[in-house]
C-alpha cells in the first residue's frame, strides 16, 4: 500500500506522539478494496458526501442525494453514482474530469456509522450505465484506491424525515427547481425551463430565500 500519509500529517503525528497509533490504524482497517458488509453499508445510504479538487488546488465539498442505492457497487474496486440536475456550475464534475481524485465519506446517521473512501474518477457521458440512472446527465465511475471505517463518536444521531421530492422518477422525469422560477434568472435558463417556470409562476429572489428559510421548496 506504500505510506498511506503525506509528509505534512505525519510531522502532525510526530508532533503529538501518535505515529505509532496511525500506523495501526492503517494496518488494521485500510484496505484497497470494498468487502461485502462495506458494499451494503454503501448501498443502504441514500446520501454521501464529495470531496473534490479544482486545478488551482482548492478542494471542494458537495451533498449527493438519491434513491436508496443510487450509489452502486460494481466491484470490490468499482463504484458509481449518477449526477442529477444541478444549478448548471458543474464544480464536483468538472474538478473530477481535471483532476480525478475524488474523496467520498457515507454517514449513518440513526446508528451511527461512517465509511471513507477515496480513489480516482471519470465521468461517463453515454452508455447502458448511463442508461440505467433516469435523469441523470452523467454517471461518475470511481477506482477504489482506498477505503476504510471512521470512529463515528462525533456522528449526532438523528433520523430522516422524508426523501427529497425532486429525485427523477422512473421515467427520469423531475419537478423543475424552486430556484428555477426565479424572475432574474429567466434569460439563462433552457427554453423549456423558462416555459415551466413561466406556467407555475415566477418568484422573487427575496420570495425565494423566504421559501428556503421555512424548508418550502415545491
Not at 41 to 62: A, K, Q, V, W
Not at 195 to 215: F, K, N
Request: charged fraction near 25%; aromatic fraction near 10%.
Amino acid at each position: 500500500m506504500g505510506d498511506f500519509f503525506t509528509l505534512a500529517q505525519r510531522q502532525l503525528q510526530g508532533e503529538f506522539e501518535t505515529t505509532d497509533l496511525a500506523d495501526r490504524i492503517v494496518e488494521a482497517v485500510v484496505t484497497e478494496e470494498l468487502s461485502d458488509p462495506q458494499a451494503e453499508f454503501i448501498h443502504s445510504r441514500n446520501m454521501f458526501y464529495l470531496s473534490t479538487i479544482d486545478e488551482s488546488g482548492y478542494p471542494s465539498c458537495s451533498y449527493k442525494g438519491g434513491d436508496l442505492g443510487f450509489v452502486r457497487v460494481i466491484n470490490p474496486v468499482t463504484i458509481v453514482f449518477p449526477n442529477y440536475d444541478g444549478n448548471g456550475m458543474f464544480m464536483s464534475m468538472g474538478n473530477i474530469q481535471d483532476k480525478a481524485k475524488v474523496g467520498l465519506l457515507f454517514i449513518d446517521f440513526e446508528t451511527p456509522q461512517r465509511l471513507r473512501l477515496r480513489g480516482e474518477a471519470r465521468c461517463l457521458r453515454e452508455g447502458p450505465m448511463l442508461d440505467s440512472y433516469p435523469g441523470a446527465n452523467l454517471v461518475v465511475e470511481i477506482s477504489v484506491n482506498h477505503v476504510w471505517v471512521n470512529c463515528p463518536r462525533y456522528v449526532h444521531r438523528m433520523q430522516p424525515l422524508e426523501q427529497s421530492p425532486y429525485l427523477p422518477g422512473k421515467d427520469g422525469a423531475v419537478s423543475l427547481a424552486l430556484w428555477k422560477r426565479v424572475d432574474l434568472i429567466q434569460d439563462v435558463l433552457t427554453a423549456e425551463d423558462r416555459a415551466e417556470a413561466g406556467s407555475l409562476g415566477l418568484i422573487t429572489l427575496e420570495e425565494y430565500e423566504a421559501y428556503v428559510a421555512r424548508g418550502k421548496l415545491l
